[in-house]
């Protein structure tokens, strides 16, 4: 791109994991948040079958790793372009894999440019060290096909590449994906002649195959460069705005380090400016580049331009498909402050929604109780295409519905994070040229619709305290007193009475009265914490039946009918120290996990790894038979680590697989709700299916010291709390 540079080190590599989860087969592009891309081939060796086997994988579930494999997302098939022998170089052979939960977010997704003859490109293996990049240049495209060959220094394309993207020499996009190297003693070209040659799949050939397989959405929802004609007249429009606004090469180049700064690329500090075309060129196709370079020139102080000397400007990047509404900033501040509001209250942004936006298409996660937080990108994404079609002054520009929907939310919210969502409105409104008097007649509204508002539920506990059995003989059964809590999104806790009261309850009588807690907890679905003693962490919760609501809707067990977790607060009484180590360990929030594998012999080996390697994981997966489970556990829970997850079925470490589909050591934040959709979808038939327990004691976590004392409770996905930021305590 010349003047515009991608930012130093190697992309982030997304590796395609063998069986067991310990080495990468090959490796894969990110095409969004919630897809990867791949060779079928490599798919094929991952489950262990011939390379070229055309069969398309049915239910099987692979992992797939992020940031040198410390982040394992279990993934299946979604799209299928199985492999086809040719007289070479093989045709077909991709896969598109669904994760089971969004990339993390330091993995961006590829952007992709058409590849061309004489291209340099760099590809890297899947174990995503640096040192493993191998250089290479395409010296014929075929048809379909790109050949590449290396030179004969530096590393070679070979095994674990395959599947990877083709990154051009500026670092900022892939030509296409590495597929195989040529040579072997029965093929027309042998290694002796080809010592560097390998094959590759352009960009516009994996477009072209994925639409042909029905995946046309899919390429329609991935970063791909825009291709300029020389004739652009949109480029040559931007071009003249560049010039009017920019005339001078010293501010041009003081805007565009600042711009190359936020879109992670690296800017030549020679003094040098880049060109109006090389600016415009990057306008065109970098996502959110315009405004964040209108963001640049409204603050530059003297230098900087007056909102209505950039409605030109922003009127032409309405024409950009990769313009977007928010700048860089505007989009990671709105991103981050919400992500508090749901991890406070999920059902906020639904309610809001439908208030504020009632003439606006919603996006699907808003159409739902609680909005996921791995949902925030798309629906901030979908909702900056929209006005919200309110009235405004004569000759000033429409409200976004995004805008609108922050007013209600900051309304709501109020405290810290309100006020701080509300400066964040006046920003862009001022960037945007909205007028002051329809932003505030919003937050007017939104004012008047929070006193018709009370505060939502988003979490029960319930405790459970064992009482002696009653009955004779078969009859005989445990029961138990069940005491139940709401937490509200505003931080307070009440006690809720039930009409069993202090009586004895069988375990399916608990389960009904968890249910009509929930039921009075409002329209959104809150999760569930039960809380035991040691003895209880045994017990299968998740499995007794919440009983039936009404006639025609069937009784479910407790754990497909809620996000449901087990606390024990018997340890922290018995353990001093506990819950400052549980305080020290849970730290931000973001996973940190130890899997007990057969490598862990006893409690002394785990004791040490938790006191020095593993000191501050926050996170620890049993495998192995149940006598050491349990010995574990209850090490762990001593240890103050906060977050243990099981199979009460396993009878040793080869069913250690049985937990896979949960993603076990994926983004922490969403182990509850991977756990919660794997009970429900094991209903049908759970033969040889994992039969998970979850203790999760979050940072805001505090054992119940008496009767009268009111738990204080926070959302699985709730980071640790600060003087600005999570749920406040009651």
């Known amino acids: 791109m010349g003047w515009f540079r991608r930012t130093d080190g190697p992309p982030p590599v997304v590796a395609v994991l063998d069986r067991h989860g310990e080495g990468a087969v090959g490796a894969a592009a990110l095409l969004s ?9 490599v798919v094929n060796e991952a489950l262990g079958l011939p390379p070229m086997s055309a069969a398309r994988p049915s239910d099987e579930v692979l992992q797939v790793g992020f940031d040198r494999h410390t982040v394992r997302i279990a993934a299946q098939v979604e799209v299928w372009v199985p492999p086809r022998h040719d007289a070479v170089a093989w045709q077909g052979d991709l896969c598109v894999l669904r994760l089971t939960e969004p990339a993390p977010a330091s993995a961006r997704p590829v952007v992709w440019t058409e590849m061309a003859e004489g291209q340099s490109l760099r590809a890297w293996h899947g174990c995503g060290e640096p040192i493993t990049f191998a250089d290479t240049v395409l010296k014929l495209l075929d048809g379909r096909v790109g050949y590449l060959d290396g030179q004969l220094s530096g590393a070679a394309i070979g095994p674990g590449f395959s599947g990877g993207p083709l990154w051009t020499d500026a670092g900022d996009s892939a030509a296409g994906l590495v597929v195989g190297r040529l040579g072997g003693p029965d093929a027309p070209a042998h290694p002796a002649d080809t010592l560097r040659r390998a094959w590759a799949l352009p960009w516009q050939t994996v477009r072209e195959q994925l639409c042909a397989a029905g995946a046309g959405d899919i390429v329609d929802d991935c970063h791909a460069l825009r291709a300029t004609p020389p004739e652009d007249p949109l480029a040559a429009e931007l071009c003249a705005l560049l010039r009017s606004l920019l005339p001078e090469p010293a501010v041009r180049a003081e805007h565009a380090r600042r711009l190359a700064t936020e879109l992670g690329l690296v800017a030549p500090q020679d003094g040098t400016a880049p060109t109006t075309e090389e600016l415009a060129a990057l306008l065109l196709t970098h996502h959110r580049a315009l405004p964040t370079l209108s963001e640049s020139l409204q603050t530059a102080g003297p230098y900087g331009a007056r909102p209505e000397q950039l409605t030109a400007l922003l009127g032409t990047g309405r024409a950009v498909e990769a313009a977007g509404l928010l700048s860089h900033g505007e989009h990671a501040f709105l991103a981050r402050q919400l992500r508090r509001v749901v991890r406070a209250d999920p059902t906020l942004p639904a309610r809001a929604a439908r208030e504020a936006l009632r003439y606006t298409p919603l996006p699907s996660a808003l159409c739902t109780a609680r909005l996921p937080i791995s949902a925030l990108g798309a629906v901030i994404a979908d909702l900056e295409e929209y006005q919200d079609g309110g009235s405004v002054p004569a000759g000033t520009s429409r409200v976004p519905a995004l805008v609108h929907l922050v007013e209600f939310i900051a309304a709501a919210t109020g405290d810290q994070v309100g006020e701080e969502l509300r400066n964040w409105s ?18 007017a509204d939104a004012a008047r619709w929070t006193l018709t508002q009370t505060p939502a539920v988003v979490r029960l506990l319930a405790r459970l305290t064992r009482t002696e059995p009653t009955g004779e003989g078969t009859e005989r059964a445990e029961r138990f007193r069940c005491r139940l809590w709401q937490q509200h999104a505003d931080g307070t806790v009440r006690r809720l009475e039930t009409t069993a009261g202090d ?27 039960i809380e035991v003693d040691r003895a209880g ?40 120290r506990r819950e400052t180590e549980h305080r020290r360990r849970w730290g931000d929030g973001h996973g940190r996990a130890l899997v007990i594998d057969p490598s862990c012999a006893d409690g002394r080996q785990v004791a040490a790894l938790l006191g020095s390697t593993h000191r501050d994981a926050n996170q620890v997966v049993l495998h192995g038979p149940p006598a050491l ?35 076990p050591t994926g983004l922490l934040h969403g182990l509850p709700f991977r756990v919660h959709r794997f009970r429900a979808a094991a209903l049908p038939d759970p033969t040889g299916l994992a039969r ?24 699985p996905d709730a980071p640790r709390p600060h003087s600005d930021e999570g749920v406040r305590s009651p």
């Open 629 to 663: 489970r349990a010995q574990l556990l209850d090490l762990c829970l001593a240890l103050g680590v906060p977050v243990v997850l099981w199979d009460r079925e396993a009878e040793g470490h080869d069913h250690a697989h049985r937990l896979e589909p949960l993603s």
């Open 426 to 443: 006046e920003r862009v409104c001022a960037r945007l040229g909205v007028h002051p008097a329809a932003r505030d007649q919003r937050r």
């Open 537 to 576: 962490l045994h017990l299968p919760v998740d499995e007794w039946d919440a009983g039936s609501p009404n006639e025609f809707v069937p009784s479910l067990p407790l754990g497909a009918s809620f996000p449901l977790m087990l606390r024990c607060p018997e340890m922290s009484r018995r353990v001093p």
């Open 692 to 715: 998970p327990s979850l203790v999760w004691e979050d940072s805001a976590w505090q054992s119940l010291a008496g009767a009268d004392r009111e738990p204080r409770l926070t959302d």
């Open 33 to 41: 948040a919630g897809r990867v891309l791949t060779c079928a081939h």
């Open 503 to 529: 009586a004895p309850l069988t375990p399916g009588q608990v389960g009904a009265v968890i249910r009509e807690g929930a039921e009075r907890s409002g329209e959104g679905l809150p999760a569930v914490d």
